[in-house]
C-alpha cells in the first residue's frame, strides 16, 4: 500500500510563496507520474502541475510561470514551489502518484490567499 503525506499549506497574502510537499512510502513503481491537483469550494479538482519519473514537467495554464514542480533525488518525494499567490489559487491541494496499475491521493492540504 502506498501513502501520500503532504505538508506545507497554510495561509498567505497576495503575491506570497508557499512550498508544499508529499512524501511517498511503500511499494512504488519505478515508472510513474506524480503531480499536484487542486479543488476550489464549488468546483472540481483541477491539474496543477505533474512530473514523471524521468523529470517531464507539465502545467496548468492558470499557474506556469508562477509554480514550480520538483522531485528529490530519492523520487519519492515531491514539492511544489508556489511564487506569486493569487486569491484564485485558494483551493485543498491533493497529491497524486500514479503508475500503469495504481492511482493513490494524500488527504489533501488547505491553501488559502487572502489580505
Known amino acids: 500500500q502506498v501513502q501520500l503525506v503532504e505538508s506545507g499549506g497554510g495561509l498567505v497574502q497576495p503575491g506570497g510563496s508557499l512550498r508544499l510537499s508529499c512524501a511517498a512510502s511503500g511499494l512504488i513503481f519505478s515508472i510513474n507520474v506524480m503531480g499536484w491537483y487542486r479543488q476550489a469550494p464549488g468546483k472540481e479538482r483541477e491539474l496543477v502541475a505533474t512530473?514523471?519519473?524521468?523529470?517531464?514537467?507539465d502545467y496548468a495554464d492558470s499557474v506556469k510561470g508562477r509554480f514550480t514542480i520538483s522531485r528529490d533525488s530519492s523520487k519519492k518525494t515531491v514539492f511544489l514551489q508556489m511564487n506569486s499567490l493569487k486569491p484564485e489559487d485558494t483551493a485543498v491541494y491533493y497529491c497524486?502518484?500514479?503508475?500503469?496499475?495504481?492511482?493513490?491521493w494524500g488527504q489533501g492540504t488547505q491553501v488559502t490567499v487572502s489580505s
Open positions: 512530473i514523471t519519473s524521468g523529470g517531464i514537467t
Open positions: 497524486n502518484l500514479r503508475s500503469t496499475y495504481s492511482n493513490y
